[in-house]
């Protein structure tokens, strides 16, 4: 499945307002707060697969990781787990 993931956009959902971009890190810059962070990319006829999500809460000056992992199977979720 990796070989085919290679040619999908992953999108990134934070509050609501969705970036598409590449398999690979990113850093995007949140205000002091809630929020809720959902990741999934576009597969066949799929809009949302293999969606992941997790609400994290940001403090000032804080920087939070999270790491999104696929699964093995295309009709299954995501993992998607705050880095320590």
């Known amino acids: 499945m990796q070989f085919f993931l290679r040619f999908t956009a992953l999108t990134v959902e934070v509050d609501g307002k969705a970036e598409k ?12 707060g809630t929020h809720r962070v959902d990741v999934y990319f576009r597969y066949l006829f799929k809009a949302r697969c293999c969606e992941a999500g997790t609400t994290v809460e940001v403090s000032e000056g804080q920087v939070v990781e999270l790491e ?3 699964p093995q199977l295309m009709t299954s979720p995501g993992r998607l787990t705050a880095v320590h």
Do not use: H, I, K, N
Not at 21 to 32: E, K, Q
């Open 21 to 32: 971009g590449a398999w690979s890190s990113r850093f995007v810059a949140l205000t002091p």
């Open 68 to 70: 999104y992992r696929a």
